[in-house]
């Protein structure tokens, strides 16, 4: 089983619609959970970090359910500039320190 | 702005040769770290480093090594390439371990082997 899983998509929206991905992880002793953006032939960003309350960044709501051992990102209102993909990463602490662990991305595309 | 620069953005080596990709941060930063980045694979750890002249393994360290001599270099060495280590390859720092969940990224080297 893979640490962090993601479906790959693509998912294809029409612009102004609201899209939701979810992620699962299987290391129960991982610590934080964040959402990186990458672009097309570019270098991962991060988008925002996700906490168990859940948290918001105008347009962006990310979810932590930490019983299930999943996050969730939800686009409201979305823009053509959304198309990317969007990485799911958790960091837990390891023998050799604390790492990252990226999962593959899921793939959206906005439309007209 | 954190920059992270990698010393070439497309790289052509024959099997065999021995390979160097550069890593560059400006922001002192403490950790720096290599990925390879595969279709359907994600990014993959390949070594990590805290501090200078210290190195860690991570998840796919074979056929790779590196070096960091200074605090903002971080080498990767490809011994003697080989076709399946074809890839796109990221190096990343941040800024110390509490925050090293933030991981800024260079901009990637697409090396093939033929």
């Known amino acids: 089983r893979k640490e962090v899983e993601q479906d790959p998509g693509p998912f294809n929206v029409p612009e102004g619609a609201t899209v939701a991905f979810n992620c699962t992880y299987s290391?129960?002793?991982?610590?934080?959970f964040f959402w990186y953006r990458q672009d097309c032939r570019k270098e991962p960003k991060l988008l925002m970090s996700v906490y168990s309350s859940g948290n918001e960044d105008g347009r962006f709501t990310a979810q932590l359910n930490r019983a299930s051992q999943y996050i969730s990102l939800l686009i409201r209102d979305s823009k053509l500039s959304d198309s990317a993909t969007y990485l799911c990463?958790?960091?837990?602490?390891?023998?050799?320190?604390?790492?990252?662990?990226f999962g593959t991305g899921t793939q959206l595309k906005v439309e007209l | 702005d954190v920059k992270v620069t990698q010393s070439s953005r497309y790289l052509v080596k024959r099997t065999g040769e021995k390979v160097f990709l550069e890593c560059v941060q400006d922001?002192?930063?403490?950790?720096m770290f290599w990925y390879r980045q595969d279709p359907g694979l994600g990014l993959r750890l390949i070594y990590f480093?805290?501090?200078?002249?210290?190195?860690e393994k991570g998840d796919i360290p074979e056929g790779y090594s590196v070096s960091r001599e200074k605090k903002e270099r971080f080498s990767l060495i490809l011994e003697s390439a080989s076709t399946n280590q074809t890839s796109m390859y990221l190096c990343?720092?941040?800024?110390?371990?509490?925050?090293?969940?933030?991981?800024?990224f260079g901009p990637g080297t697409r090396l093939t082997v033929t």
């Open positions: 290391n129960s002793a991982s610590q934080s």
């Open positions: 480093s805290y501090d200078v002249k210290m190195k």
């Open positions: 990463v958790v960091w837990a602490l390891t023998g050799g320190g604390n790492k990252l662990t």
């Open positions: 922001m002192d930063h403490e950790n």
């Open positions: 990343a720092s941040s800024l110390g371990t509490e925050s090293s969940y933030e991981q800024y």
